[in-house]
Structures are given as C-alpha cells and as structure tokens.
C-alpha cells in the first residue's frame, strides 16, 4: 500500500461517503451529475458495493431498483431513464424501446442494450457481509440474476466468448479493440443529433464525432429491428466477442453458483454456462499479444490490443496460462497502471476515454483477481496506483497513466464506491 496517514484516508472515506449520498437520486445512483443523468446498469452495481461499506440497506435497494428494470426476456439494460433528462444524449426518445417485443408492458423507459453483468459479483459481496441482514432481499433478486445470466448466454454468446452488439455493451466505449468492427459500419441514414456529453467535458477526452455517428447508427439499427437479439446477432454488420463481457459474467456465474448453494438451489445451469464461458475465452487469446483481445466475429480477426480488460482473467477465476509477463511489461510502460490502452502502442491516447486512461473500477477487478490467484506483489502494485490516483487526484471518472492528470466527470459513483469497497486502507474485504 502506498503511503496514506490515517487522517487522510479517513478524509477520503468521508468523501467517498459524500459522493455516493450526493448523486443517490433516491432508489438509485447516477454515475455523476449532467454527464450522467440516469442510472447505468454496472455504474449501479458498482455503486452496491461502494454503499455496502455503510449503509447495507440502501446497498440492496440500488440492485433492487437496478435488477427491476429488467426486461421481460431477461436483459438487463444499459441505461434506466427514471427521470427525463435534456442534457443527456439519447435519450428514452431515441433509443425507442417502448414498444420492443422483448420488453413487456409497464417497465421503466430504457435503452435496447446490456452492460457486463458484475450485479451477481456484488449481490454475493453484500450477501456475505451480512447474510442475515440480505437473506430474503438476496432471494428475492437470485431468479432476477439467473434470468439476466440466461440472457447473456443465449443473446450474446454464440462464439462461447460474450459477444457486444454497440460499443457501451461493453463499458469500453471507445477502446481501439472496436476499431476495425466500428469501420465496418457505415454511418449512413444517422439522422441529426446535438451531442450533450461534450458541452458537459472537453472533448478530448472523450469519443470521436465518427465513433458518435456509428454509435447512433447503431441505436437506429437496432431500433429498426424492435431490439430482437437474433435480428440484430443475423444482421449487423457489428458484432464483437469482447473480454470484459466475458470475464465479468464468468466471475458473475460463479459467484451467482454460490448463491445459489447459500440458497439451496440448484447450480447446474450455471455450471454450464461457466464450461461455455470458459472454452469461450480460449478464442480471445491472441499469441501475438501474449494476453486476451477482442474478436470482430464478422472477420475473425482478433484486435491485437492489450487493454485493461487483457487482465480481468483472474478476476474470471482462471489461474492457468495467464498474462502475468504482460502485465509486468504494461507496469513498465506508465507510472499508472492498469492503462485501458498499451501506452506503447500508436492508438494510446492518455486522456481520451477508453484509449489510454486508468479506470479504478477495472483496477478493482483486476487487483482482487491478481489477490485471489496470489499474485500479491502485482495486486499491490494495482491497489496502491489506484489509492495514489484517487488521494492525489480526487475521485475523478479516469486518470492519465502518465501524470494522472483526472480526466472526464467528477465527483464520480463508482470511483468513490471502488475506494471504499476495495482502494481504502480501511476497505473491508468484501
Ligand atoms: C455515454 O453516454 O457516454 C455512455 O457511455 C453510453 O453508455
């Protein structure tokens, strides 16, 4: 661990509290104010496990209101929109789901999309903090979760990896793992759109006008469809196996196993899913990379980018064959690690987004996972970057590698819900 005094982590403590308690908007958590107006499906989850470090109650009610959002086929969407909201684009208007068969009647207006599915990852957390307190809130939610799972593998994992069908599938809106799929689409027909996220952050921290044409695109095309996965899986011309998918529903199916023996239900089903998942990844490694990538399942190709989600293995519960001298030739690359992009290679950009920046919540996924598979000088090395980024530069949504210039929206959820839950000297192992 770095070098933190006990009065500065208990002042950041206090912070971390204020922000989570600041953008509750009751019932749910925004990741920020303007930037971020509604509630995001992992932001939210993330959020559950920053709010179990203090009030274990509302940490059930934000997976509660996330997991009720959830349509009638399962999915779990990306985006809730509880409250209108001018100054986010697109909104519920644009994405056009209300009449989407896969929906059913009465839920909240959403997006037609997922997000990678940590909301099991954080329900057992929680669960184990205090297994009296969550019991009947835990299997309340439990067929909500294996309903989302069931989901995910029959919409999206036809190659055994997870499949995205938009780049904010994946939380990794702009990485360069999508740029070989992302030209492949042809922004034709986008009908005239005001970015909001720009006039909220500078802009070059964040994707390009030609990634937000296709980013709409996108949306249009599956709107056109009624959101009907097996249209939009046939069709589309994009169509990416993505490792953080993966690996955050591997780890979300086996830690959805043990709550399911904590519950005395059966575990069969997800113990396929995880044999599937598992025979999945082995089509992201990339032996030219010597780590995993993502596959463009329209070509074949692999994307040939070490990204922070190259690491999330661990974090799957795989313990074999795993990156560690990648990871050590990325600690040397940058002060700040985990790098959501190779700074050695020419696609790096240190503030833009998912090109370069550090995010703390892969770094929480990463470090635990190094733990768990006792790469102990490795997790050190992720937590204490993470906790120096964070006391020297605030709780900011990313952080340049290099300098850890904060980058994108401030006071930001699940930056504070990672320090609590995980970055803290004081964090409870949850
Ligand atoms: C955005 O609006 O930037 C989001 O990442 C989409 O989910």
């Known amino acids: 661990m770095f070098d933190m005094t006990p009065e500065r982590a208990i002042e950041l403590d206090a912070e971390a509290r204020r922000i989570l308690r600041l953008n509750d908007r009751g019932g749910y958590t925004v990741p920020t104010a303007g930037l971020y107006p509604y509630q995001w ?24 209101t996330l997991m009720a959002g959830q349509w009638e086929n399962g999915m779990v969407p990306h985006i809730q929109f509880h409250v209108a909201d001018p100054g986010y684009f697109p909104g519920a208007d644009v994405w056009g789901t209300e009449d989407a068969p896969g929906k059913g009647a009465g839920r ?41 799972h069931r989901w995910f593998m029959a919409a999206r994992a036809e190659s055994g990896a997870v499949a995205i069908s938009h780049p904010w599938e994946a939380g990794r809106d702009n990485a360069p793992d999508w740029d070989e799929a992302m030209a492949g689409v042809v922004p034709e027909g986008v009908a005239p759109y005001t970015r909001r996220d720009t006039g909220h952050v500078d802009p070059k921290m964040r994707p390009t006008k030609e990634d937000y044409d296709r980013y709409i695109w996108l949306v249009q095309f599956g709107r056109e469809r009624g959101w009907d996965d097996a249209a939009i899986a046939a069709e589309s011309p994009f169509r990416v196996a993505d490792p953080t998918l993966t690996f955050t529903l591997m780890r979300a199916c086996r830690d959805l196993g043990l709550l399911a023996e904590a519950l005395g239900e059966d575990r069969g089903e997800i113990d396929g899913w995880i044999a599937r998942l598992e025979a999945g990844a082995e089509t992201l490694w990339n032996p030219e990379i010597a780590c995993y990538d993502a596959r463009n399942l329209r070509t074949g190709q692999l994307s040939g980018c070490v990204s922070n989600a190259s690491f999330l293995g661990w ?54 996972g190094l733990a768990e598979a006792g790469l102990i000088e490795e997790a050190a090395r992720v937590r204490a970057d993470t906790a120096r980024l964070i006391s020297e530069r605030g709780f900011a949504e990313y952080f340049d590698p290099h300098d850890g210039t904060p980058a994108g929206g401030g006071t930001f959820t699940w930056t504070a819900a990672i320090w609590l839950g995980w970055a803290s000297p004081n964090a409870e192992e949850l």
């Open 41 to 64: 499906n992992w932001d939210s989850a993330f959020a559950a496990y920053g709010f179990a470090a203090f009030d274990i109650d509302r940490a059930w009610t934000e997976l509660e």
């Open 108 to 148: 909240v207006a959403s997006s037609g999309i997922s997000q990678p599915a940590v909301a099991a990852s954080f329900a057992w957390r929680i669960y184990r903090k205090d297994p009296g307190a969550g019991a009947a809130r835990v299997r309340a939610l439990f067929p909500r979760l294996v309903a989302f």
């Open 315 to 368: 974090w799957g519960g795989l313990r074999d064959g795993q990156p560690v001298d990648t990871l050590h030739r990325i600690f040397d690359a940058a002060p700040y690690s985990v790098p959501s992009h190779d700074p050695a290679s020419p696609k790096f950009e240190g503030l833009r987004y998912w090109r370069g920046p550090v995010w703390g919540i892969m770094n929480m996924m990463v470090g635990v």
